[in-house]
Every structure is written in C-alpha cells, then in structure tokens.
C-alpha cells in the first residue's frame, strides 16, 4: 500500500476481492511545466479535501489504466497497452508462480505480437480524487467515481457513474436507457459531444498499416469504390478509377471533375481484420482469403495472452469481441481544390437498416445532416438539421463525424458545429440489432465536382456496454462464452450473425437494473472485465454513504524508462512466493527502473 500526500492510495476494484491498491514529443519547458502543474494541483487538492489514488486493474481502460504492459507493434507500429494485473496478487504485490504476461494482440492490425514477457510492466494511473462536489451537491451520470464497495466497504473501486437514485437502467445494444411505463426508453447519452469524443476507442489508424501482408497481397481497408449490382462488399466493388492511393504518405488523391456516372467519388473502409492464422499464413508465403466482418467491442487491453494464472493461454483463447457496434466516428484530414458551385463532400455512417450522412455544399459550407432507411430506399432521404461550416472554397480542415448514442456530431479543426437538438434522434427499433452487408463497409467519404486529398484516416468506437460478464462469480459461464463464441464466427455474415443473435438475445441483449432511492449503477468502461453492479450480491446499487469523490485527474501516469535500450537499469526486482513460504527474486523481470521521465501526455483531466 503506497503513501501520496498523506493519504491513503487504494482504489479501482479488483479482480479479487483482497485487492488493495496502492503523438508528439514535448519540449523540456512544456514537461517541467506540466510536472510542477500536477503537483501544485495535488497540494491544492489535498487542501479541499482530495485524496490520491492508484489504479491497479484495468476495469476502467482505456479511459484509465491499471498495471499493464507498454509496446510497439511489430508490424505497424502502433503503441500497445495491454492488463498485466492478472500476473500479481492484489494485495500483496507478488508475482504469481509461473506466470506471466508473454504476448499480445495490436489493436489496429491485430498482429500477435509473442515477445512481450520480458517487457517492463507499470503501475496503474495515480489519479486525483475531489470529495467536494459530492459534500456539496449530487453526483451527475456519466462522472468517473470511487466509491466504498459494497461487500467490502473497506475496500474502494472506481467506476462510471451510470444509474441515480430511483432509476430502472436498461443496458440494451450496448447502450444505456432509462425505462419507466410513463416515458417508455429514453436513450442516456453524454451532454458535452467532447466528452463523448474523448471516450472512444480506435478501432483502425491508417497512418499505421500493417505493410508486410499488405505487400503480401492482403486488402487495403480503405479504397476508392463504386456501386454495383455485382458489389463484393455491400454492393460496392473497388474500382482504379477516381480515388488513388499514395501507399508510402498514406492518403487518397481524387482529381477535378465527376465520376464517370455522374455521382460522387466514394472512398470506403473496409473491415478486413486478419486473423492469428492468416498472419502465419501471409508471411510464410501461403495465400487466405480475406473476408471483411462486423465492427464489434474488440478491447485491445484485453487481447493478452500467457503462461498461468486466469489469462488466456493462446492467442485462440482471447476475447476478440462477438458483438457488433454501430455507434463510430471517422477523423481524417481533407484538403479541396478547384471548389466551384457544384462542389459537394459527404460523410455516411451505416447503422444496420439507417444510414446518416452528412453532406456540406463546399461552395457555401452548409451542412445538411440526413438519415436514410434502407428498408425504403438507400435514396429516400430525411433531412434532420443543417448548419454553417467553416469548410466553404479551397482549403483544408480536420474532421470528425460521430453517430453516437442516437446522436450525430460533426468538428471541424476540433470546433463543434452546432446543429441544435435535432442531431439527436430517435429510433423505435424492436428486438435485437439487424445488421446488414453494408455494416461491412460501415464508413464512406465522398467528393464531387472538385479536386480533393484525404489523409490521416480513422476508425472509432464508441463504449459498449455488456449485459453480461465473461466471468462470472462462480467460474466460467461455458454457456455463454460457447454463444459469444458462436457469434464470432458469424461475423463475416450480417445476416446470419443477426438471426443467431436473435436467437440467443436474451442472454446477450437486454437486462434492467432497478435502483433504490438512494443508490447508483456502477459501470466499468472496459465493460468485459468490469466487476460492476451487474454482479454483486448486495444489490446492483452504491448507497450514497459510500461515495468517496469524483475521479478528476491524472497526476502521475507513470515513470518512463530511458538508457540501457529503453529499460533503465533495474532498481528491483518482482517476487514470487515459494511453495513452502517465503520470497525469491525473479532475476529476469525488473519492478522498478532509473532513470525515466515523466509520461506528460497523460496527465490530463480524467473524461
């Protein structure tokens, strides 16, 4: 148990019941000032009632982390945050015997990555706790919050605030409703659009391709298309003409004027994520078919694999996700040329039977938000709002549109348009999800009539919440893990993923959590490994006693090494128990190293 500012450092549940806690490079002047603003935030804290905390699992991930691993993907290059918790006994800070974190999946290129073990593993985040909001006033949903547990109010956890006093909360599609017979289901989604925004998940970076098994013949996920009646992906067949990619700069280029047709220059992605199998098969030189899939609650903090403990034991034992996510945002950076009167972009997100798309006329920077449903005509259009943009002539602008939680947004240089309330929308669907072929190529980015470049192209999620957990209290659910198992190997096929989905929805889909009227729902971000109301004995709720304080802000992320390749010279060493009592030193696995330096880029307030 660790000692910060006088206070006692123990929070975020863990996956025992023991558990005790404890893209750019800044400028010298920029780290020194961010350390000494950390600290003189943590003496005013401590001053109004704040207490530190050290996260040690990753119930809360990516938002926070707890002990994990930090890598760089071989093949792309893409950082790698993986748990590394399950390797330590919570409460005294031992090494399980034989075992270890040894290898991991990248979460934008799904590369297994097998030589991790002996790479140095971190203690959680050490956050910042205010109790003054909650002296004061009542918590707000969505506020990251530590509280007493429950069954052990000795011990302290943090989570997401998601349920308040007297609510029936309805987890359904990975989304949070609140029901009552009055107003029926009320979808509850973030207030702020930036606080949303900074919550997702990468799903895919193309600034990070994975070139081996591209120059081995594998897809592109992003490519210049057109429509056809012959389409391989959602009626969409890749096409040389308009769209051409600059493989080294990773951009796409359209020249000036109209697509053959008449109609725009579509540029999709493509959900083509290769599997452990086509990995070897691909770089030994054999050919895989490759076949694009569902976007589903993949968490690359999960995807780690090893040697003892409860980890899985083989990159075919992680959880690479069964369910399908509609909610995403695309980001890329536009650049437009040769704008005349006719000159349009569009930006279309596919939800299963709705498309919404966002159209800008880029001679006036009017943008016209719209919501088709393909069951009628993927050209019956219905306007839902429209709004000034600064994306009007020649120039270029960095944009994000997000369908997130029956709401549509749209930034421009990181400024929020103001589309007023008719962005949230509302849907009357019945059952489980219905996904469709096109949910293969969910995204899609189209110019007419003028001279365009795309770059720095990207894929998010939003947060999905699980009905169910993939452990349960009393060992495996071999019943469930079968079902989301199953469901993974429909991913390549909507339709028939959204029958078996069907079939199984009543474990999968939906549950209500009825609140008393002084308790909170409870729920972990990294929602498949969140011990969180959905699985206590007490009750699903926290009692408003036990509320210790609003999670604010990332003090100290944690020490990085530098000298001696990276790894510092070890100062000690982790410990594992001997069968017949006692500690020895396990030589090969450093606890702490010097020198380091401060991991500025995540002191940050906490979303």
């Known amino acids: 148990m660790s000692i910060l500012f006088g206070k006692r450092s123990t929070p975020d549940e863990a996956d025992d019941k023991s558990a005790k806690p404890p893209k750019r490079q800044d400028s010298w002047r920029e780290t020194i000032e961010s350390i000494v603003f950390a600290f003189v935030l943590a003496f005013l804290f401590r001053t109004f009632e704040a207490e530190a905390f050290v996260i040690p699992t990753g119930s809360m991930a990516p938002t926070l982390y707890g002990r994990h691993k930090e890598g760089i993907c071989e093949q792309c290059g893409y950082p790698i945050v ?20 040894e290898a991991a999946y990248c979460p934008n290129c799904r590369y297994p990555n097998n030589d991790i073990k002996d790479d140095l593993a971190f203690n959680g985040d050490r956050i910042l706790v205010t109790k003054y909001p909650y002296e004061t006033g009542d918590p707000e949903r969505f506020d990251v919050f530590v509280f007493k547990f429950p069954e052990e109010p000795k011990t302290n956890y943090i989570k997401r605030l998601i349920g308040l006093p007297g609510e029936t909360i309805r987890i359904r599609n990975g989304d949070i ?39 081995a013949g594998y897809p592109e996920r992003w490519a210049g298309v057109e429509l056809s009646d012959a ?41 083509f994520i290769p599997s452990a199998d086509d990995w070897d098969a691909l770089l030994t030189g054999r050919q895989v078919q490759a076949r694009p899939q569902l976007i589903t609650d993949f968490c690359g903090y999960n995807a780690y694999y ?16 069964g369910l399908w996510i509609a909610d995403l945002t695309t980001n890329f950076e536009l650049t437009l040329e040769g704008v005349n009167a006719d000159s349009k972009v569009e930006i279309e997100l596919c939800d299963g ?20 449903n393909v069951q009628i005509s993927p050209d019956d259009e219905q306007e839902l709002a429209t709004a000034a943009t600064p994306i009007q002539g020649a120039g270029s602008w960095d944009i994000s ?43 899609g980015i189209a110019v007419q009539n003028a001279k365009a470049r795309v770059a720095h192209l990207q894929v998010e999620r939003d947060i999905f919440y699980r009905k169910t957990f993939e452990e349960m209290q009393e060992g495996r659910n071999h019943r469930l893990d079968r079902e989301m198992r199953e469901l993974q190997a429909y991913l390549h096929d909507p339709v028939e993923w959204s029958r078996r989905y069907a079939e199984v929805g009543d474990d999968m889909n939906q549950r209500d959590y009825v609140l008393g009227p002084d308790e909170y ?10 011990r969180d109301s959905r699985l206590w004995s007490t009750g699903v709720g926290v ?16 020490g990085v090494p530098f000298m001696n390749d990276g790894r510092g010279y070890a100062l000690s060493y982790h410990k594992t128990a001997l069968p017949g009592g006692g500690l020895v030193k396990v030589p090969d696995y450093p606890k702490y190293s010097v020198p380091f330096y401060p991991q500025v880029d995540r002191m940050n307030r906490i979303r």
Request: proline share 6%.
């Open 82 to 101: 993986v748990g590394a918790s399950d390797e330590v006994h919570n409460e005294y800070g031992t090494l399980y015997p034989h075992t270890r974190v």
């Open 177 to 215: 409703y609140t029901w009552d017979e009055s107003q029926g289901e009320q979808i509850q989604r973030k207030a702020d659009p930036d606080k949303q925004r900074q919550i997702q998940i990468p799903v895919y970076d193309d600034d990070f391709p994975p070139r081996a098994i591209l120059e």
């Open 231 to 271: 389409g391989e992906i959602g009626d969409w067949t890749e096409t040389k003409g308009g769209w051409s990619q600059d493989a080294e700069s990773r951009s796409f280029e359209l020249p000036d004027g109209p697509a053959a047709d008449g109609n725009k220059h579509w540029l999709r992605y493509r959900h």
């Open 306 to 321: 090893g040697s003892g403990g409860r980890m899985a034991g083989s990159a075919r034992e992680v959880d690479v996700g």
């Open 353 to 372: 039977l709705y498309w919404y798309r966002c159209r800008i006329d880029a001679s006036t920077g009017q943008a016209t938000l719209l919501q088709v």
């Open 401 to 443: 549109f997000a369908n997130v939680d029956d709401r549509l947004c749209l930034w421009v240089d990181d400024d929020l348009i103001d589309f007023g309330e008719a962005a949230s929308y509302q849907r009357f669907d019945v059952g489980g999800p219905t996904a469709i072929d096109s949910d293969l190529s969910p995204i």
């Open 521 to 530: 729902l409870a729920l972990g971000d990294n929602s498949p490994r969140s």
């Open 543 to 558: 009692p408003r006693k036990f509320l210790v304080g609003k999670a604010f802000w990332i003090y100290w992320p944690h």
